[in-house]
């Protein structure tokens, strides 16, 4: 009789300890490009679309001063979606980011390196951050603490079989969207902005020739012999970028292969080759690479460049005298370059992204992506995430998320189950909290593209487009 009553006290005691609230975090890394469009579908992962709180990390752990879905370092708190079910709503839900390009976010993720995610605490900041409808009213919070983890997630623009890490064993890929890049020219001022005021398009050849020399005589697009030495410099992304891989992938160049890297010292107002492997918020010659140094000077280990398509952004809104440059930046970063939604943006080889053609400068309605959509337009990436199977095959495990929550795309419950659930596998409308139905809810100002609205394809990053 004793040892019935005890057993049954100790399975009550064990039933009553599994519905105890935990704690899950979810730690997401890579894809610059792709960071605003993670950033939202990750607020409707909770609880009335809204987290709790969010955290913005500062200058000093990947952090800027914009405090929005473009900064690259940030921390989501709160009640998980009632569609988490292997999560559960007694659980809080914490996603931490650090953005810090694709293909380090996927050497980072299959080669289990921790990462300086920001956590929970901070310093209050505000209630809202202007025009980014699924946090509106949501305390935030600037925080400089920070935790070292392994990634759970990395995301990609390109493919990881397109780099030297695959995924395999224990870390899986899954296809997530569409990324659209787009050629875009400085602003400058004086003599650069009369200089790229010729820059209306940017042919196939162009690429070719510039990618190597990292730069392109202007006479390329005036014609004159007089301008054959003045130049225009191609911003470039060090090698872990997924953008410059979908860049020279288009121009059949191999991972790897040489490229020119150019830099624009704001300061000194001219353009530099870069000698000395040391970073800088701006470009600053000597040094080699412009954005932030990263966890233990992990960006700089992937050679001269820009860090981030943000870091380009900067640099082409410049207004320096010399500034004469253009770049392959994503849809996303485009935006923000000169003086109106997509003011710089220029053909490629005489075609648009979008169905508007030039009248995408300036838009404010919806952006209609059928020149991707129907194979007319090359410049577009297939965005991929690689992520962790099971955290309990780690060397350390480092996690609070298990296998089952983690899941995959085909796992309904799950947090992959839900954020990347496609209706072309699953079928029906888009999932809430889905990359796919925050692409869909934001159709007016999007800056990606739904794998169920593609009616071409390529087999590999870079490749022929066919029709499906």
């Given at each position: 009789m004793k040892?019935k009553t005890?057993?049954?006290?100790?399975?009550?005691?064990?039933?009553?300890t599994?519905?105890?609230?935990?704690?899950?975090?979810v730690y997401?890394?890579?894809?610059?490009?792709?960071?605003?469009?993670v950033f939202t579908?990750?607020?409707?992962?909770y609880s009335g679309s809204?987290?709790?709180?969010?955290?913005?990390?500062?200058s000093a752990i990947g952090?800027d001063?914009?405090?929005?879905?473009?900064?690259a370092?940030?921390?989501?708190?709160?009640?998980p979606v009632?569609g988490?079910?292997?999560?559960?709503?007694?659980n809080?839900l914490?996603i931490?980011a650090?953005?810090?390009?694709s293909?380090?976010?996927?050497?980072t993720?299959?080669?289990?390196?921790?990462?300086?995610?920001?956590?929970?605490s901070?310093?209050?900041l505000s209630n809202?951050i202007?025009g980014?409808?699924?946090?509106?009213?949501?305390?935030l919070?600037?925080t400089?603490?920070t935790?070292n983890?392994t990634p759970t997630?990395g995301?990609?623009?390109?493919s990881a079989?397109a780099c030297?890490f695959?995924?395999?064993g224990n870390?899986a890929?899954?296809e997530?969207?569409?990324?659209?890049?787009?050629?875009?020219?400085?602003?400058g001022?004086g003599n650069a902005a009369?200089?790229?005021?010729?820059i209306?398009?940017?042919?196939w050849?162009?690429?070719?020739?510039?990618?190597?020399?990292?730069?392109?005589?202007l006479s390329a697009?005036?014609?004159k012999?007089?301008?054959?030495?003045?130049?225009?410099?191609l911003?470039?992304?060090?090698?872990d970028?997924?953008?410059r891989?979908c860049e020279?992938?288009?121009?059949?160049?191999?991972?790897?292969?040489p490229?020119?890297?150019?830099?624009?010292?704001?300061t000194?107002n001219?353009?530099?080759v870069p000698t000395?492997?040391?970073?800088?918020?701006f470009?600053?010659a000597?040094n080699g690479?412009?954005g932030p140094?990263g966890l233990?000077?992990?960006?700089?280990?992937?050679?001269y460049?820009?860090?981030?398509?943000?870091?380009i952004?900067n640099?082409l809104?410049?207004?320096?005298?010399?500034?004469?440059a253009i770049a392959?930046l994503?849809?996303n970063d485009a935006?923000?370059?000169?003086?109106s939604n997509w003011?710089?943006?220029?053909?490629f080889?005489g075609?648009?992204?979008?169905?508007?053609?030039?009248?995408v400068?300036g838009n404010?309605?919806?952006?209609?992506f059928?020149?991707i959509t129907s194979g007319y337009?090359p410049?577009?990436?297939k965005e991929?995430?690689?992520?962790?199977?099971?955290?309990?095959?780690?060397?350390?495990?480092?996690q609070?998320i298990?296998k089952?929550?983690i899941?995959s795309?085909?796992?309904p419950?799950?947090?992959?189950?839900?954020?990347?659930?496609q209706?072309?596998i699953n079928g029906?409308s888009?999932l809430?909290?889905?990359i796919e139905n925050?692409?869909?809810?934001?159709?007016?100002?999007a800056t990606?593209?739904?794998?169920?609205d593609?009616?071409?394809k390529r087999?590999?990053?870079?490749?022929i487009?066919a029709?499906?």
């Open positions: 040892t005890l057993l049954s006290l100790v399975l009550g005691l064990a039933s009553a599994s519905l105890m609230a935990t704690t899950v975090d997401i890394t890579g894809s610059t490009a792709f960071r605003a469009n579908a990750c607020a409707r992962l809204t987290p709790s709180a969010i955290y913005f990390g500062t952090g001063a914009n405090n929005n879905s473009s900064t370092s940030w921390c989501m708190t709160g009640t009632t988490l079910t292997n999560i559960g709503t007694a809080t914490i931490h650090l953005f810090n390009g293909i380090q976010g996927i050497k993720v299959v080669q289990s390196q921790q990462l300086t995610f920001p956590v929970a901070g310093t209050f809202s202007a980014q409808t699924p946090v509106a009213g949501v305390p919070y600037a400089s603490s935790v983890k997630i995301f990609s623009d390109s079989d030297p695959p995924a395999t870390y890929e899954e997530v969207a569409i990324a659209p890049f787009v050629m875009t020219k400085s602003v001022s009369l200089a790229v005021s010729n209306n398009n940017v042919s050849e162009q690429l070719e020739y510039g990618i190597p020399a990292g730069r392109i005589p697009w005036t014609y012999s007089a301008d054959t030495n003045s130049w225009v410099y911003c470039q992304r060090t090698l970028s997924g953008t891989r020279t992938a288009g121009n059949y160049y191999q991972y790897g292969d490229v020119g890297i150019y830099l624009y010292d704001k000194n001219v353009w530099y000395v492997l040391a970073n800088s918020s470009a600053s000597p690479v412009a140094a233990a000077n992990a960006n700089l280990g992937w050679g460049g820009y860090v981030g398509g943000g870091d952004k640099s809104n410049l207004t320096g005298t010399s500034n004469q392959y994503s849809f935006k923000g370059v000169g003086a003011a710089n943006v220029v053909s080889n075609i648009w992204p979008t169905a508007a053609g030039a009248g400068h404010t309605g919806t952006n209609d059928s020149p337009y410049c577009w990436g991929v995430l690689v992520h962790l199977v099971d955290p309990t095959q780690l060397t350390v495990n480092d609070t298990t089952t929550q899941g795309q085909t796992t419950g799950s947090f992959l189950g839900v954020f990347n659930a209706t072309l029906g888009p809430v909290g889905s925050e692409i869909e809810l934001s159709k007016a100002s990606a593209i739904r794998l169920s593609m009616q071409s087999g590999n990053v870079g490749g487009i029709p499906f």
